[in-house]
T-cell receptor
Framework: EPEVTQTPSHQVTQMGQEVILRCVPI?????FYWYRQILGQKVEFLVSFYNNEISEKSEIFDDQFSVERPDGSNFTLKIRSTKLEDSAMYFC?????????FGPGTRLTVL | DQQVKQNSPSLSVQEGRISILNCDYTNSMFDYFLWYKKYPAEGPTFLIS?????DKNEDGRFTVFLNKSAKHLSLHIVPSQPGDSAVYFCAASLGRGSTLGRLYFGRGTQLTVWP
């Protein structure tokens, strides 16, 4: 069964460093998403991406965040200058039309 | 952001019995609802969904009921099995055009099914 994959599974970084989280969506899906879940809190939407551009972003997705689909398979989330409060599980998701399918997540720890 | 609420943080059910997980929402513009199951150290796994034009959708042991007037939905699992033990998230979408927009999640309910 096709699935969304994410790498790395765990990323530890120093505050102020840049990180890139990688995702491979399901191959025939057209819509891509990033969400995050801070420990003990809800899963929160960050951004959606379609046709090589951002279709929607939340108030969390400020200038330190960017997304890219550099080739036909990868979808990346870049955090330019990480802050302590960026520590969270980051989930990538993809969909064809309706249901969104999630990857296993990347645990980002900012020290 | 309290648009989707799951007021029960946990539910404990005996194997073979029915599990009922509840979800309330405040935004009447939501028109598509989904349930996800999540095990520790994994991403949310899609379970079942329902459009606002329906009041019930069934898939095997899982049934979702939607009461739009009460802004309430529930997930029924019958019969419950120990492998169903997980956190269950309710999510809602405004269903932008031909595809879903962002999902708004509840805080989740930890279901424990004991033998």
């Amino acid at each position: 069964e096709p699935e969304v994959t994410q790498t790395p599974s765990h990323q530890v970084t120093q505050m102020g460093q840049e990180v890139i989280l990688r995702c491979v969506p399901i191959s025939n899906h057209l819509y891509f998403y990033w969400y995050r879940q801070i420990l003990g809190q809800k899963v929160e939407f960050l951004v959606s991406f379609y046709n090589n551009e951002i279709s929607e972003k939340s108030e969390i997705f400020d200038d330190q965040f960017s997304v890219e689909r550099p080739d036909g398979s990868n979808f990346t989330l870049k955090i330019r200058s990480t802050k302590l409060e960026d520590s969270a599980m980051y989930f990538c998701a993809s969909s064809m039309v309706t249901e969104q399918f999630f990857g296993p997540g990347t645990r980002l720890t900012v020290l | 952001d309290q648009q989707v609420k799951q007021n029960s943080p946990s539910l404990s059910v005996q194997e073979g019995r029915i599990s009922i997980l509840n979800c309330d929402y405040t935004n009447s513009m939501f028109d598509y609802f989904l349930w996800y199951k999540k095990y520790p150290a994994e991403g949310p796994t899609f379970l079942i969904s329902i459009s606002s034009i329906k009041d019930k959708n069934e898939d095997g042991r899982f049934t979702v009921f939607l009461n739009k007037s009460a802004k309430h939905l529930s997930l029924h699992i019958v019969p419950s099995q120990p492998g169903d033990s997980a956190v269950y998230f309710c999510a809602a979408s405004l269903g932008r055009g031909s595809t879903l927009g962002r999902l708004y999640f509840g805080r989740g309910t930890q279901l424990t099914v004991w033998p």
